[in-house]
């Protein structure tokens, strides 16, 4: 998406790979991820970041020892937003707005962008 390149300062039209969780708890989706990172982070020791299959990300950032965080951003993603459709494409969720935030993370200088969007239902507990 235009806005997510631009957060990341790489053009629009920019190869990345972008993935795609939901984290679970209890068998119930508590946050839709969103990870994008450019093919040109994708070089040296961030290659491994194109393999995490499942295993965690945040596990990979936070101990990587050159790992910086820029600002976070929080937002509103209401039904009529693009994203809100990836958000619930396998859940039956009500048309209703969610919260999300995101921020650049960046291992070795390279940027990557993670998007964490909280559903109804770890609001609900």
Known sequence: MCNEALRLQIPCESYALVREVHLLCNDIPWVYARTVIPHSSLTGRERRLAHLHNRSLGAVLFSDSS???????????????????????????????????????????????VSEIFLPDIVDR
Not at 80 to 85: H, K
Not at 91 to 111: C, I, T
């Open 67 to 113: 790992m910086r965080r820029d600002e976070l951003e929080v937002s509103k993603i209401c039904h009529n937003d693009r994203l809100f459709g990836s958000i619930i494409m396998d859940f039956d969720f009500p048309d209703e707005e969610v919260w999300g935030r995101r921020s650049v993370f960046y291992l070795s200088n390279k940027p990557l962008l």
